[in-house]
């Protein structure tokens, strides 16, 4: 294997994951408290789902039946979950978007709309990307750093997000960290998904 394609690809793992959500009644009874004063846990503030109205899984041509081809479905869900939530892109304090291979970090931030289009490069040059920086993105290091876990892959980034705005993210915390965005990617780029976590 060429050394660009490994270091580009995230390597499949043999990991599970599963997730619980609770609510609690009060500070007093929160399983996740938080580490600062705020009030415990996290609100899922907004979701939403797109497609490109293809799938790899039920036809081998989908990529003949996009929208555009220049444009990926995470600028439609990213739109509506921003939306929903009543936030911008300016309000995220920490990314976690889904990173099977580096162009589609790259392509997500573009069309979720971080930065404008064709400009990912040089506004990813332009940021510090640790959990330190002006734009944390990935705190716990994505896929391409541990590996993509087959279908449990994307629920890492939803539990690095999670963490962050719950303030348990140890070591790696983002400092106020109150609002994350996640992404998620099916088949190849042809449905994403979009979540806005908040601190509540």
Same mark, same amino acid.
């Given at each position: ?23 609690? +009644?009060?500070?007093?009874?929160? $399983? ?12 899922? %503030?907004?979701? %939403? ?21 220049? @444009?990926?479905? $995470? ?12 936030? %911008? ?20 931030? =573009?069309? %979720? ?44 980034? $939803?539990?690095?997000?999670?963490? +962050? @705005? ?24 042809? =449905? +994403? $998904?979009?979540? @806005?976590?908040?601190?509540?």
């Amino acid at each position: 294997m060429d050394r660009r394609d490994f270091l580009g690809n995230s390597i499949a793992t043999g990991v599970g994951l599963s997730i619980s959500s609770a609510a609690a +009644q009060g500070p007093e009874q929160s $399983v996740a408290p938080r580490k600062t004063p705020l009030p415990p846990g996290i609100t899922p %503030a907004a979701f %939403a789902n797109t497609s490109s109205g293809f799938s790899p899984f039920t036809t081998p041509d989908y990529y003949t039946y996009a929208d555009d081809l220049m @444009v990926t479905p $995470v600028a439609r869900s990213s739109a509506r979950a921003f939306a929903m939530a009543g936030l %911008a892109q300016s309000d995220v304090d920490v990314a976690s978007i889904y990173d099977c291979y580096t162009i589609t970090v790259l392509m997500s931030l =573009e069309d %979720a709309g971080f930065c404008p289009k064709g400009e990912g490069a040089a506004w990813i040059n332009g940021h510090d990307l640790t959990f330190r920086g002006d734009f944390p993105l990935n705190t716990a290091g994505g896929q391409l750093s541990f590996g993509q876990a087959g279908m449990a892959g994307g629920m890492h980034h $939803v539990v690095d997000a999670a963490r +962050q @705005v719950m303030g348990r993210s140890a070591a790696a915390q983002v400092a106020d960290c109150d609002v994350a965005f996640v992404t998620g990617t099916g088949g190849i780029m042809s =449905e +994403q $998904v979009a979540l @806005v976590l908040g601190g509540d």
